[in-house]
Structures are given as C-alpha cells and as structure tokens.
C-alpha cells in the first residue's frame, strides 16, 4: 500500500453539511491518498465546505455523470468510492485497500452492516428493494454480491479504465456490479458499518422512481448481456400465450371440422411466429454478445495489474 496510488472519490450534491467530516475522516485513515470531491451543482456551499479535497465540478445532473467524469479524470492504482453523507466508516478503507490490492481483486464491495437498527438513511423499504434487485443479479450474473446497491467500494485501475459508465443517476451501481460480474472479474465483499445521516443532510434517493430506474437498468443489461436467456425467455412466454388462445380453436376444428374463432386463430399463429423469431434472435444476439464481451475482456487485459 505504501507504493500504490490511492484517490478518495466523494460525488457530492448538497452535502455541506456532511462533506468536511468525511474529508477528514478519509484523510485521516488513508493519509497517503488524494481525496477529490465533485460538486454536482450544488446550491448549498458543499463546494466551500470540503477543505483538504480537490475540488472538481460535473454541470451534467446526477451521480452517473460524475462517476463518468471521476473514473476518466484521475489517475491512481486503487480508487475509493463513498458517497459524502457521511454513512459509511471511513476506518474500514484500509481494510478494503489491502484486501484489493494483496489479493490482486478488481473491486470490493462495502456490504452495508445496519444491525437490524432502523435508520432514515437506509430505511425498511429501501433494504426490501435492495434485497429484490441484488437477488435478480445474483439470479442471472452469478451469487457473489450480496449488497448490489452499496455506495462505498473500492476499485483497481484496470475496473476503472474499463468500465464503460454509461448510467446517469444511482443505476450506476448497478453497473458496477454487473460489469464486473459479467467479466467474472475477481472481487470480494466486507461487511461495514452504516449509520445515520448527520442533522440537516436529506437522502436524494427517490424510492420509487429511482428504484424501478435500477429495475429497468438491470433488464437492459440482462438483454444486452445475456440475450439468449432474455428472448428465450420471452419466447417461450408468447409461445405458452399462443397456445392458451390456439388449444379452443383446434379443439373445435378436431370435433367439427369448422373454424368457429378465425381471428383468435390468426392471432395465435401470429403470436407463436413471434415466439419463433424471439428464439432466433436470441441466438444471433448472442453471438454478437461474446464477441463484445472478448472485445471488453481484452481492454482488461491491456491495463497491468497493479504491481505487475
């Protein structure tokens, strides 16, 4: 650790209350670290209030954006990512560091250790979420991540330079996860504490439409990298569907010879030919997915591992 170059990065969105503590905690536990802050328009002063950051500025709106910005902007070997409303323990980034960088991993996840408390910051219903969303993940990517939405993670370079960041709000740890997944890149996961949000410091995460964003996020990326289990699947409901409005129809024509029903009869034949071509272009999508991930394996692979 004492070679490697290590940045704190704290996207931030009217924080000014929080952010200087969480400098100086950073600061204080990796004293070799650069801690940059990236105000996101903010109104409140949070700019003025992170003293002993590098302060940087990202005028596109949401946390998405900045990560685009911070992961393309700094240069290091091992980068923290935290969020600046002061939740997460600064005192276990040494801890994460070393893990990532003696066991040669890509990311460490902060898995989020509440202790059944209930908290404003991380209330019922958002754990709830967080169970449902992670466990599709881990359905379809593998189950190596439990707490798929933590915002404090460290990653080395090689995640860094390659992750191709292309959410604009909170869906992009979502990203993080399945990215890293999906290249079966090695990773671990440290449980951490979680705790309340200082007085005067409000959550912007909206519930509800930040959550079905991340459900949306999470079909894209099935669809995208894994599209011949995503229109099998889909094939094989409109195939079970077309066969639901067919099974009356053939009925009636086995015991009279007629066809009662003919635009239900049309209708299921035109659902079973789409079934059909959702197969077919599970297979063809699937091709063109491998020799993306290949072409997303090798950008890896240009980037030396730390220490290498």
């Not at 005067?200 to 439409?209: E, V």
Request: hydrophobic share 50%.
């Amino acid at each position: 650790m004492t070679n490697a170059r290590i940045a704190v990065l704290i996207p931030c969105f009217n924080e000014a209350v929080a952010i200087g503590k969480v400098v100086a905690d950073f600061r204080a536990c990796l004293p070799g670290a650069e801690v940059y802050v990236y105000d996101n328009n903010s109104s409140d002063g949070t700019a003025l209030a992170a003293a002993g950051a590098v302060v940087r500025r990202e005028a596109l709106q949401g946390k998405g954006h900045v990560i685009r910005r911070m992961f393309a902007d700094i240069e290091a070997d091992a980068y923290v990512l935290v969020d600046g409303d002061d939740t997460y323990d600064a005192a276990a980034a040494p801890e994460m560091v070393r893990l990532l960088l003696e066991e040669q991993l890509d990311m460490v996840n902060g898995q989020r250790n509440v202790a059944g408390v209930e908290t404003q910051a991380y209330r019922r219903g958002h754990r709830m979420g967080n169970r449902v969303l992670s466990g599709l993940v881990r359905m379809v990517f593998g189950d190596r991540i439990r707490d798929m939405l933590s915002g404090y993670r460290v990653f080395s370079r090689r995640f860094v330079k390659t992750f191709p960041a292309l959410a604009s709000g909170f869906e992009t740890e979502t990203e993080f996860t399945i990215h890293a997944l999906d290249l079966m890149m090695p990773l671990a996961e440290l449980p951490v504490s979680y705790r309340e949000r200082p007085a005067g410091s409000a959550s912007k995460l909206r519930t509800y439409s930040d959550g079905l964003r991340i459900l949306r996020t999470i079909l894209v990326l099935v669809k995208e990298e894994r599209p011949l289990q995503f229109f099998t699947l889909a094939g094989a409901l409109l195939m079970l569907l077309a066969i639901a409005l067919g099974f009356p129809v053939v009925t009636a024509y086995l015991k009279t010879g007629l066809v009662p029903r003919l635009p239900t009869a049309v209708l299921s034949t035109g659902i079973m030919m789409i079934s059909f071509l959702s197969f077919a272009c599970g297979l063809i999508l699937d091709s063109v997915a491998r020799a993306r991930k290949e072409a997303k394996r090798l950008a890896y692979l240009a980037i030396p591992r730390w220490g290498a």
